[in-house]
């Protein structure tokens, strides 16, 4: 089990490795950002025009800046920006020139993978993962689809994917920066910098092309009281039992909110937020994936709008919250943390996201404390463009612990059940951690609410 990055606990050699991962990261961007300069100024109009003022001095000034633009004692093959140089850039895509800036980024995450592989030897170790990683490496793209698709033959599609998930990130990155698809580029250099995307790296598709389709005003409506489900649902209060809760609400729309006496006498409420439904992309509860997909970049989305209507229909203002959310439901428990009226009504003093993508959300309250858990083999927190071993750390009062399952079969690992054994069998350390945060919504629970919530 680690805290923060899962790098840093692996010893001081490899620890002192993460900062020169990111410091190359930061070196490629720079790289990069010189290069869009320079194509600005080879480009600007005002180049032309000095030209026919000073032909000697001008013609020195344009071969220098092609020099630098295009050759490989300068920037590679660096054009971009601008009409002009996006066009050119698209052309060395296609063609496969050569790029400093992309040759430093490549080296910084190989480097994040070489790190990776210290907790997970298969990164390492001659098999599918390697075979692939070097296929990648070398450019070939479709020997790397022949080794996944023997990978998903042999192994079944969702371990492949799982044995992937430690670093899905820098892979998928990598592969996207070295492939003929202009598209994926600009997603993968937000990995590559430690920014927050707004695409993914493998085709391209933009958050904002998702969102177009995730418009629903969202609604709650209190449901009857079920024995038969309230009786199913765990007595106690521990993370652990949140989210055995999830597992029995299931994800078709349905959440929960628990009035609880503290300790300390004093009633507050549990928000539980389940995640998304496998299934159609989209459906008539907020918890679809085109709801998922647009809930990484966006912190209003109808899952998000649905449950502030629940929060106003059942917890009085002014209470002190606690948001418990798996999967999607981890996404939208940090995304009520950055909403400004939430945060007026209400005092949001934790949310802990399980299995989510979450680590560019940050709350407006900055004494709201964040709770990020992650099974390393889990391809969902992947997402948002950080793996689970990220080199970049999350904030410093933020406690992420990740830590290896034995089960690496996706989505299996990603269920809440499971997340939920492997905090009670695996790392019961993590569990105690989150319950002590949580020891003020560790008391009697006096009425427990069940929402089903609608996209419309």
Excluded at 219 to 232: G, I, Q
Aim: hydrophobic share 45%.
């Amino acid at each position: 089990m680690t805290s923060g990055s899962g790098i840093r606990d692996a010893g001081p050699d490899v620890a002192a490795l993460a900062p020169v991962a990111r410091a190359l990261g930061k070196a490629a961007g720079e790289i990069r950002a010189a290069g869009r300069a320079l194509t600005a100024v080879a480009t600007d109009p005002a180049l032309a025009v000095s030209l026919g003022r000073s032909p000697r001095t001008g013609l020195r000034a344009v071969r220098a800046l092609a020099g630098a633009l295009t050759s490989a004692a300068g920037l590679g093959y660096a054009p971009d920006g601008g009409r002009l140089g996006r066009a050119a850039w698209l052309g060395g895509v296609l063609t496969s020139r050569e790029s400093l800036a992309v040759a430093v980024a490549v080296t910084s995450l190989e480097l994040r993978i070489r790190l990776c592989s210290v907790r997970h030897p298969e990164f390492a170790e001659d098999g599918p993962v390697r075979r692939l990683l070097d296929a990648i490496a070398a450019d070939r793209q479709l020997r790397a689809l022949r080794v996944l698709r023997q990978n998903v033959r042999e192994q079944g599609g969702e371990r492949a994917l799982a044995r992937l998930a430690p670093s899905l990130t820098e892979v998928m990155a990598w592969n996207a920066l070295v492939d003929e698809n202009p598209f994926n580029d600009a997603a993968a250099w937000h990995i590559v910098t430690g920014t927050r995307p707004d695409g993914d790296p493998l085709l391209g598709t933009s958050i904002g092309a998702w969102a177009r389709w995730d418009r629903g005003a969202g609604r709650a409506e209190v449901l009857p009281a079920d024995p038969a489900l309230l009786a199913r649902l765990d007595p106690g209060t521990s993370v652990s039992g949140h989210l055995r809760d999830i597992a029995v609400l299931g994800t078709d729309g349905r959440m929960l909110i628990h009035r609880v006496t503290g300790p300390d006498g004093v009633t507050r409420h549990v928000v539980v937020l389940p995640g998304m439904a496998f299934g159609r992309p989209r459906n008539s509860s907020p918890q679809d994936l085109v709801g998922a997909v647009t809930a990484v970049g966006r912190n209003d989305s109808p899952y998000t709008r649905a449950v502030r209507k629940a929060l106003a229909r059942v917890v009085p203002e002014g209470t002190e919250v606690a948001l418990v959310g798996h999967s999607l439901g981890g996404i939208t428990a940090l995304n009520l943390t950055e909403l400004p009226d939430v945060n007026r009504r209400w005092r949001l003093t934790h949310a802990v996201a399980v299995g989510s993508p979450v680590d560019f959300k940050r709350p407006l309250d900055p004494a709201t404390r964040v709770v990020s858990l992650v099974n390393e083999h889990d391809v969902v927190p992947n997402l948002e463009g950080r793996s689970p071993v990220s080199v970049f750390p999350v904030p410093a009062d933020w406690l992420e612990i990740t830590w290896v399952d034995r089960s690496h079969d996706f989505p299996q690992c990603h269920n809440a059940g499971v997340y939920a054994q492997s905090l009670d069998d695996v790392v019961p350390e993590a569990r105690d951690r989150v319950d002590a945060l949580l020891e003020p919504y560790r008391g009697r629970v006096e009425e427990t609410v069940v929402l089903r919530l609608h996209d419309r």
